[in-house]
């Protein structure tokens, strides 16, 4: 064979560097996204005051796994809450913590990762949606750690998080935020009225850790996308309960993270709690969808 041509030597020798300068690019880009998620993970700030006071009685310790039945912390922490690793979030292992084993935390400690995302060494929670539980009272904050301390101990601690490049980027570009800053950005839901005070604050604490505390959903999420629940002023009220008891959808439909969450918690409402968030669902998104008035005197 003869000799290849001088110029397409060099035109190689030309790709050849430019794909250097790509891979060392692409490597100076990951290096960044694990420093500067890093950096933002391992932020510590000031614990906050906190007096809450946990009276264990039994009246308390059941409104607790009440409580945290219809919020599905099995559907993260496990079925025993003893921790588990969490699923589909690419390329990361999260573990959701052994709720079993929170003895050695103070109730001060406990309720400030619960209500204020603060951890015991100042660090922001990441994952838990504090946002919702945020709007815990007194009382709900008392009785989720009256109930987590009468949980027999069980199992062993598990793993730290392991955020993927994927999650790591989201942290790095502003993406995904803690849950501190989540509550410091969050908005109440609106407010119809004394009637549906009660199915405000339950849809605020239990749908709001996926449609947001405004209901207003979340569609910028990046694995799945809650609505707007204006869509439950659409529902009647016998499939609206169906919808909570059993997941299933108008028409027999599974709805993705819907139905799970159904399943997960919302079968341990009772009817009463259902029909009074349908009730307020239903006043939110009347209120939300009516026609703007028109010009006085037509």
């Known amino acids: 064979m003869g000799a290849m041509p001088k110029y397409l030597r060099w035109t190689l020798i030309g790709v050849g560097g430019l794909a250097g300068v790509a891979v060392a690019l692409a490597i100076l880009a990951v290096a960044y996204v694990y420093i500067a998620s890093q950096v933002m993970m391992d932020r510590t700030y000031p614990k906050p005051p906190d007096s809450i006071h946990v009276a264990a009685t039994p009246a308390a310790i059941e409104q607790g796994k009440h409580l945290a039945a219809v919020e599905g912390c099995g559907g993260c922490h496990g079925e025993s809450l003893g921790g588990a690793l969490m699923p589909d979030i690419p390329g990361s292992k999260v573990y959701a913590p052994n709720l079993t084993l929170l003895g050695k935390l103070s109730d001060a400690d406990i309720d400030r990762v619960l209500r204020r995302a603060i951890m015991p060494d100042g660090k922001a929670v990441m994952v838990m949606p504090v946002h919702a539980y945020a709007n815990f009272t007194d009382s709900e904050a008392s009785a989720i750690i009256a109930y987590i301390r009468s949980l027999e101990p069980r199992g062993t601690e598990t793993p730290g998080i392991s955020f993927g490049l994927m999650v790591r980027a989201g942290i790095a570009l502003g993406k995904f935020t803690d849950e501190r800053t989540a509550i410091a950005t969050g908005k109440l839901p609106l407010d119809a009225g004394a009637r549906y005070a009660q199915g405000r604050h339950l849809a605020l604490i239990v749908c709001g850790t996926c449609h ?16 707007d629940l204006t869509i439950a002023a659409a529902y009647e009220r016998a499939d609206f309960h169906t919808l909570m008891r059993t997941g299933k959808a108008a028409g027999n439909r599974e709805v993705g993270m819907m139905s799970l969450a159904a399943r997960d918690g919302f079968t341990h409402f009772t009817d009463a709690e259902i029909d009074a968030i349908y009730d307020y669902l239903s006043a939110r998104g009347k209120a939300l969808t ?5 010009p006085a005197g037509k």
Do not use: C, E, S, V
């Not at 947001?212 to 609505?227: E, I, R, S, W, Y």
């Not at 009516?290 to 028109?294: L, N």
């Open 212 to 227: 947001q505390t405004a209901l207003q959903g979340d569609p910028d999420n990046p694995f799945f996308h809650p609505p």
């Open 290 to 294: 009516a026609a703007p008035a028109g």
